[in-house]
């Protein structure tokens, strides 16, 4: 669901290290995928997009990974640098009119 | 995203005043949205518009207005702004039912 409270779930990575972001959506029948990263008072920002008849998508510094078979989706950022702070969400698209947005991970950078 | 572009981006109104938030998009896109984000929720969808003649209702509609003037403009009425209505609110374009480009937001505060 969308509305998971007031209290987004943190990850906090060294400065360098690899970061893993998860989003479990909710609908078998979804077939597109997207990462969003939102910096603070910033719109949302595209990343990176995978379609469900592939497992793995490459960009710069991310990587997507879709499991269809438990609903899980991934975001990996390499070498996490401090620009990276943000909050990130994954968005599903059912087949429909419209995006189902995820409520978001917030990213810490630690120096 | 510069291509979308949202005005004002902060905006203070009191309770019973009606207002509006203006969207413009050089994207050439067809499909326009308009959503809301609270602390820690995800984004919520008022309204979408498929063209200038199609404009429907999202999931939290109530109180709100859209109109779809042109293509590259969708505006958004509050009719009679109330305190729960403080968010921020932001425009979204799409070619079909892809990737949302959103723009940088309006922050509104209701007294």
């Known amino acids: 669901g969308e509305n998971v409270g007031l209290h987004l779930p943190t990850l906090s990575v060294q400065e360098g290290d690899n970061s893993i972001i998860n989003c479990a959506y909710s609908?078998?029948?979804?077939?597109?995928f997207i990462w969003y990263k939102q910096e603070s008072g910033k719109g949302p920002q595209f990343i990176i997009d995978?379609?469900?008849?592939?497992d793995k998508r490459q960009g710069q510094r991310v990587t997507v990974l879709l499991n269809k078979t438990v609903k899980h989706l991934s975001l990996q950022i390499a070498a996490t640098q401090p620009g990276d702070s943000a909050v990130y969400f994954c968005?599903?698209?059912?087949?429909?009119?419209?995006?189902?947005f995820g409520s978001g991970t917030r990213l810490l950078v630690r120096p | 995203d510069a291509d979308v572009t949202q005005t004002p981006r902060n905006r203070i109104t009191k309770t019973g005043k009606r207002i509006m938030l203006e969207c413009s998009q050089t994207k050439g896109h067809d499909r326009m949205y308009w959503y809301r984000q609270d602390p820690g929720l995800g984004l919520r969808l008022i309204y979408y518009s498929f063209d200038v003649k199609d404009i429907n209702k999202g999931e939290i509609s109530d109180g709100y207005s859209v109109s779809r003037q042109a293509q590259a403009k969708f505006s958004l009425s509050l009719e009679s702004a109330i305190p729960n209505q403080t968010a921020l609110y932001f425009c979204a374009t799409s070619v079909g039912g892809e990737t949302q480009y959103f723009g940088p937001g309006t922050r509104l505060l209701v007294l």
């Open positions: 609908n078998s029948a979804s077939d597109y």
């Open positions: 995978i379609r469900s008849n592939m």
């Open positions: 968005a599903e698209n059912p087949g429909s009119y419209k995006l189902i």
